[in-house]
């Protein structure tokens, strides 16, 4: 069982800055890759930013620029740094994790329960 906890929302301004954090724990082998997605009110879930293990890093479009995803030192946690914060950036922000866990070594793939990012105008 691996949970992942997500925080570091809140409510800003245009302009703002914000730091997502979110800490994988549980029976972890390895994690081949964190991401953080975005869900907003009547929009489906989209993929924001992603970092696989070996350091390799992909965004979306919108953010590009903007946000920086990065692993911290245990390289169970992940970090995303948003900057010039918008007002579409509004959304719940979740953090996923996938990997090897147990000591079958089994995938996983694990969300967090999300965090709201608001930004007004």
């Known amino acids: 069982q691996v949970q992942l906890v997500e925080s570091g929302g809140g409510l800003v301004q245009a302009g703002d800055s914000l730091r997502l954090s979110c800490a994988a724990s549980?029976?972890?082998?390895?994690?081949?890759?964190m991401d953080w997605y975005r869900q907003a009110p009547g929009k489906q879930r989209e993929l924001v930013a992603a970092?696989?293990?070996?350091?390799?890093?992909n965004y979306a479009d919108s953010v590009k620029g903007r946000f920086t995803i990065s692993r911290g030192n245990t390289k169970n946690t992940v970090y995303l740094q948003m900057n010039s914060l918008k007002p579409e950036d509004t959304a719940v922000y979740y953090c996923?994790?996938?990997?090897?866990?147990?000591?079958?070594?089994?995938?996983?793939?694990?969300w967090g329960q999300g965090t709201q990012v608001t930004v007004s105008s």
């Open positions: 996923n994790a996938r990997g090897l866990a147990g000591f079958r070594r089994t995938d996983f793939s694990s």
């Open positions: 549980g029976s972890i082998f390895s994690i081949n890759a």
């Open positions: 970092i696989t293990s070996g350091g390799s890093t």
